[in-house]
């Protein structure tokens, strides 16, 4: 491919929108193009990407035994009404009517289709297992489309489903399907953990995620994993054996309890220096509104609310924090003083967090302006619930170690779906008795324009992107520094057509611009390696620079040649 004749257009800055690193060197490289919010075209950069990741994916699907099909992305009410997802779903899941009044929604997954697809068709034991997937695009209507392809409304994934007669034989294709994920990541140069994650609205009682570790700085999501052995969770999923922090107010001097006066002392900071306590010694409130009802959380002072294991714990579809309106509405006092005491349990919903337990003669809001009790002990023990969030250097809950934290990407995750969808949708087969019974089911999705934007938060630098050269969309681009220069021009025709009869994806820089403008295009896009044929072919020599390590040699145009081929076709 000539430069002059790719269709590409860089930007000297990058988009104003954008904030993830892979949303602003995917716009400012010419790669996607926004069309509305969370809503982008791919341009052939991209789509060269897209093909790639996908075709890794299809070959290790293919390998492990699945097979490959393709389902509607217009769906029918009537099985996501049959599911009972229609309502459960939320307002994500893109409704509306056509022309007929038939109610249908644009598809954010295929767990429903596919089970209808399946039902009626296989309906003996002895045609299971089955795993079938396909590589489509999904919408969902994300409330604050965010970071580009990371979580845009419309998005291409890969999404495997299979059916089977026991859960042995789902675990069986549960770890196939963990090994294909493994190799496609390592082909696509992505080093992944796989991690325990919650299943959210897909459901299903075991999943895991594939992440693409990044660092403190970059990447959506927590990952706490533990040196000693293998644990390793999302945040939203992650538990830990809790330190053991003073939590008994009577070591510093309030073994009574008593209410005292707290002006305007309103966070846990505030009120841990005027009472001279640490905050594990405070029991704070935290009033939130789970589908529009309201929920008040009880959580050591020093722990956080997983807001994931809330929304899991209550059974809910959605989740806010209370303004302070709300909380002055619900238990007539305001934000900075709440408690438990004296709220109705009938109409104020109380989560008491297992990082509790063990508390004694505690600090407490009153539930009053400007007054906390100290010397608090429950009068009965409440269910506790894990719905913190983990802290790195809590303890593992497999071998007691520390538990450490980096940051990560989803880039796939897998599920045990069990008979969530066959039930329901009465999907069954026959047995070896006669009997019918529900499919015992598995899914298992990886996020294609996601794998790509993980890739580049992962290998970037100042410059632009590093693709690794397995999904590179070229591999090679050939600067002649002078395209006046007739010497410079011959012998970089003859390097490019050498590339490219020996089967590799190369481009030629053949634009009038200047040799700056061309190197610094060169390093945004990614290209892995770089042949510059400027004045040193007088003496027979071109450079050959590897973007990953930033090395330039100089060398003949048949070794850079060579060069290429060994790096490339070995």
Same mark, same amino acid.
């Given at each position: ?284 409130? %935290?009033? =939130?509104?789970?589908?529009?009802? !309201?929920?008040? *959380?009880?959580?050591?002072?020093? +722990? $956080?609310? @997983? ?66 009790? %100290?010397? =608090?002990?429950?009068?009965?023990? !409440?269910?506790? *619930?894990?719905?913190?969030?983990? +802290? $790195?250097? @809590? ?176």
């Amino acid at each position: 491919m000539r430069m002059s004749k790719l269709f590409v257009q860089t930007l000297r800055e990058f988009p104003n929108d954008a904030e993830a690193i892979s949303h602003k060197l995917l716009v400012r490289a010419g790669y996607i193009k926004k069309l509305t919010s969370g809503i982008y075209s791919y341009l052939p950069l991209m789509q060269r990407v897209l093909a790639k990741i996908s075709q890794i994916i299809r070959e290790e699907m293919n390998a492990a035994g699945a097979q490959e099909l393709l389902m509607p992305f217009v769906q029918p009410a009537e099985i996501w009404q049959k599911s009972g997802r229609w309502e459960v779903y939320g307002r994500e899941l893109a409704r509306f009517c056509d022309r007929h009044d038939n109610k249908m929604c644009l598809a954010p997954t295929h767990e429903e289709v596919i089970t209808s697809v399946v039902s009626g068709t296989f309906t003996s034991y002895k045609q299971l297992p089955i795993n079938l997937y396909q590589i489509q695009t999904k919408f969902r209507d994300e409330i604050r489309p965010r970071f580009g392809l990371l979580r845009g409304r419309e998005f291409i994934m890969k999404d495997a489903y299979s059916f089977h007669t026991s859960q042995e034989s789902l675990d069986e294709e549960y770890e196939n399907m963990a090994r294909a994920y493994k190799r496609i990541f390592e082909r696509c140069g992505l080093e992944t953990k796989m991690v325990q994650s919650d299943s959210g609205a897909i459901g299903g009682s075991v999943s895991h995620e594939f992440m693409v570790l990044t660092s403190t700085q970059t990447g959506e999501n927590d990952v706490f994993y533990c040196e000693n052995c293998d644990y390793s969770a999302n945040s939203n999923h992650a538990v830990s054996i809790l330190l053991n922090p003073q939590t008994n107010g009577a070591d510093y001097g309030y073994d009574k309890e008593q209410k005292l006066d707290t002006p305007n002392v309103k966070t846990i900071e505030q009120l841990s220096e005027f009472l001279k306590v640490p905050s594990s010694c405070i029991l704070k409130s %935290v009033l =939130y509104i789970a589908d529009s009802k !309201p929920v008040l *959380v009880m959580i050591r002072g020093d +722990k $956080e609310v @997983e807001e994931t294991k809330l929304l899991n714990a209550l059974g809910a579809l959605e989740i806010r924090p209370a303004t302070s309106d709300e909380a002055y509405d619900y238990l007539g006092c305001e934000v900075g003083y709440l408690s438990f005491l004296g709220v109705d349990e009938n109409k104020v919903k109380i989560i008491c967090d297992k990082s509790a337990q063990g508390m004694k003669n505690f600090v407490i809001g009153a539930n009053e302006p400007h007054k906390h009790i %100290v010397g =608090y002990n429950f009068t009965k023990t !409440p269910d506790f *619930v894990d719905v913190s969030l983990v +802290k $790195e250097g @809590e303890l593992c809950p497999c071998c007691n170690k520390p538990l450490k934290v980096t940051r990560g990407i989803e880039v796939g995750n897998i599920f045990q779906l069990g008979t969530k969808y066959s039930k329901p949708m009465n999907a069954t087969y026959t047995d070896e008795n006669g009997e019918e019974k529900p499919f015992i089911m598995g899914c298992y999705g990886i996020g294609v324009t996601r794998t790509a934007a993980a890739a580049i938060e992962r290998y970037h630098d100042d410059f632009g992107i590093i693709w690794p050269k397995e999904i590179a969309p070229y591999h090679v681009d050939v600067v002649p520094v002078n395209t006046e220069d007739s010497e410079q021009m011959g012998v970089a025709l003859e390097i490019y057509n050498k590339l490219l009869n020996a089967g590799i994806e190369v481009v030629l820089d053949d634009r009038a611009d200047r040799a700056g403008v061309k190197f610094k295009d060169s390093e945004l896009i990614g290209f892995p390696y770089r042949i510059t044929v400027g004045k040193t072919i007088k003496e027979g020599l071109v450079e050959f620079k590897c973007r990953k390590t930033g090395e330039v040699e100089k060398m003949t145009a048949d070794e850079a040649i060579e060069k290429c081929k060994t790096l490339l076709l070995s």
